[in-house]
């Protein structure tokens, strides 16, 4: 008897012990005066501590209030990663959404995914976070990249575009020549001095985004007006110049139609090309220590065809809420709360991330810290969506067949465009 009171003791002692020490006890039971909404997004580059110090400022400023007999309720935040394929969280977001899931209320979506979330009814309206009069504090691209039929669905975070790096050091080698300002000039550059240009050119996303730009850049256009306008003259001629630059003029080696964004910029940062079209992190990887082009790269506007301005293609992500989350209100606020010029300029600091409002490119603490945002103020200002469409997915898969096919020699430029055109009505067609 004496060893079983004993034991009861023990045991009791122990388990008081453990509800005493934090590292002991299981998660408390939630606060019910205390919400939770969830936040999902990519693993973001850099220190994940940059974004956990944001969530906590929020939670502490939403810790709730009590006013006499009303009660604002506190907002917790858990936030959850999901793989960095872009294909696996499109994957996991439209299984989830079709589902009607309201497991997550705020997630990170690409710029591509706005209109067609928003077509199918899966986005909670932002436009009262973002009026008309707000809009000119972002760039002109991201903005028309979340808004469709005249309603805002996502609100900008961060963007990017497509810029052209180059060796300053070799241009001032032969002959003290600027970066290039023409296509025509990029090709001249390139065949006098023993280095390649390089890009992206595997059948994927990426490639579409680098041939928009030369598309772009010669005044051809994709959609005007919800309607098909791939195959013109000008946009043959900006094909051909890509599939020239591999095939006839051999300034871009033939492996760049294996090229995503990394194998391009480890080509580049190992010195072996002279030109490279790239996002712009890779400007912190190639200026890193130990980088062998390391105080030798000069990022600028990629060029253009004449008579017609340069064009890069936007990229980014913007934050948007589940329209089936249980706490919507909870989710706006923090929504607000993330693409404020306050966290966006915490996460430049920190991470390098571009912010999508225009006003924080004159901060001079975040120009010290991030130099190349003056000149990717200029680029950010022409950015373009690519074509924004519900059915953005299904146009993406058409023009990453037709422009492989051009690039590999299978067809003609005249052939994929043709191709093309054919191929994006029939797929509006199916889907008015």
């Known amino acids: 008897m004496g060893n079983k ?31 939770t909404i969830t936040f999902k997004h990519s693993k973001l580059f850099g220190d994940p501590a940059a974004l956990q110090t944001l969530i906590k400022e929020f939670e502490r400023e939403h810790q709730g209030i009590v006013f006499h007999t009303s009660k604002e309720p506190g907002i917790r ?22 589902a009607g899931s309201s497991d997550f ?36 691209g991201p903005v028309e990249a979340v808004t469709l ?14 810029v052209l790096y180059y060796r300053k050091d070799l241009l001032a080698k032969y002959g003290g020549v600027p970066p290039p300002r023409t296509w025509g ?4 550059i390139a065949a006098d001095i023993p280095k390649h240009d390089i890009w992206q050119g595997k059948q994927y996303e990426g490639l579409v985004c680098n041939v928009l730009e030369y598309l772009w ?73 130990g980088s062998p082009v390391k105080g030798k790269v000069g990022m600028t506007v990629l060029p253009h065809f004449p008579k017609h301005p340069s064009a890069a293609t936007l990229g980014g992500w913007q934050l948007a809420v589940n329209k089936n989350s249980k706490h919507p209100e909870a989710a706006e606020q923090f929504v607000a709360f993330m693409t404020s010029a306050k966290a ?10 571009q912010p999508t409002r225009k006003a924080l490119y004159e901060d ?21 969506p690519r074509p924004v469409s519900p059915y953005y997915v299904l146009l993406s898969q058409a023009m990453q067949s037709e422009f492989s096919a051009a690039l590999a020699g299978v067809k003609t430029p005249e052939e994929a465009l043709s191709a093309l055109q054919s191929q994006m009505e029939q797929i509006l067609k199916r889907h008015k």
Not at 13 to 33: H, L, Q, R, S, Y
Not at 153 to 160: L, N, R, V
């Open 364 to 384: 001079a603490k975040l120009l010290a810290a991030q130099p190349a945002l003056a000149e990717l103020y200029k680029i950010f200002q022409r950015a373009r």
């Open 185 to 188: 000039k990029l090709v001249r």
């Open 149 to 162: 039929d005249d309603r805002v669905y996502a609100i900008p975070w961060f963007i990017d575009a497509g």
């Open 5 to 35: 009171h004993l034991h009861n003791g023990l045991l009791a002692f122990i388990v008081a012990g453990c509800m005493a020490v934090a590292g002991c006890t299981k998660e408390p039971p939630p606060d019910p005066n205390t919400i």
């Open 344 to 353: 966006q300029k915490h996460l430049g600091l920190t991470v390098g991330f």
């Open 77 to 98: 935040v858990k936030d959850e990663t999901l793989p960095s394929s872009s294909d696996e969280q499109h994957q996991f977001y439209v299984i989830n959404l079709e």
């Open 217 to 289: 850049s010669s005044g051809g256009a994709v959609l005007e007006d919800g309607k098909v306008v791939i195959d013109s003259p000008e946009n043959r001629e900006a094909l051909k110049v890509m599939v020239d630059l591999v095939r006839t003029y051999r300034v871009t080696p033939d492996l760049v139609t294996t090229l995503t964004e990394e194998p391009s910029r480890e080509i580049f940062g190992r010195g072996k090309a002279i030109f490279m079209r790239n996002w712009p992190y890779a400007w912190r990887l190639l200026e890193q220590d």
């Open 105 to 140: 209320d705020v997630f990170a979506i690409d710029v591509i995914w706005v209109a067609e979330f928003a077509k199918a009814g899966w986005l909670r309206d932002l436009s009262k976070l973002l009026p008309a009069q707000d809009r000119e504090e972002f760039f002109r």
